[in-house]
């Protein structure tokens, strides 16, 4: 259960295009007991009819804030200590099976497209990744959020 676990865990979705996601990550970052949900680059927050039709209202339970620059926010992390964690496919990433998360962690969800920039992705702590077992390439954020929110968290 996450909220047994003794790692708190932040997110930080930056430069998301679809509000759907944006809501669904909402609803899953409050199911699975998120600390906080940043929002960054242009990444659409509430209040918006389409965020809250997916998120069922999370957006109301899970604390968020909108920082349009994300450097500032993953400076604030790090001050708190908190080490970040980019979710991305790439070279060099660990695996998040055996990733093991500090006490404090925040993890860096990218664009749909485009992922996390490289120039972002070098400022943070640690890089994971889901490993595929299919063809697709990738996973739409919302599931990977969701993945890698149950993953660090239990």
Same mark, same amino acid.
């Given at each position: ?32 007991? %998120?600390?906080? &949900?940043? #929002? @960054? /680059? ?7 009819? !389409?965020?809250?039709?997916? *998120? ?27 080490? %970040?964690?980019? &979710?991305? #496919? @790439? /070279? ?7 990733? !093991?998360?500090?006490?404090? *962690? ?32 990738? #996973? ?15």
């Amino acid at each position: 259960m996450a909220g047994s676990s003794r790692t708190t865990l932040e997110l930080i979705a930056h430069d998301i295009r679809s509000r759907e996601n944006v809501g669904s990550i909402f609803r899953t970052g409050e199911f699975l007991g %998120v600390r906080k &949900l940043w #929002l @960054t /680059g242009y990444t659409p927050a509430p209040p918006d009819p !389409r965020i809250h039709k997916v *998120s069922l209202g999370a957006e109301q339970t899970l604390p968020w804030e909108k920082v349009a620059d994300i450097l500032d926010v993953i400076r604030r992390l790090k001050r708190r200590k908190v080490r %970040v964690i980019g &979710l991305e #496919l @790439t /070279g060099g990433a660990t695996d998040l099976a055996t990733y !093991r998360p500090s006490a404090g *962690s925040a993890v860096l969800l990218g664009n749909e497209v485009t992922g996390v920039p490289p120039s972002i992705l070098s400022l943070c702590d640690d890089v994971v990744m889901i490993t595929r077992s299919g063809k697709k390439e990738s #996973l739409n954020v919302s599931v990977a959020a969701g993945i890698a929110c149950w993953s660090l968290l239990n």
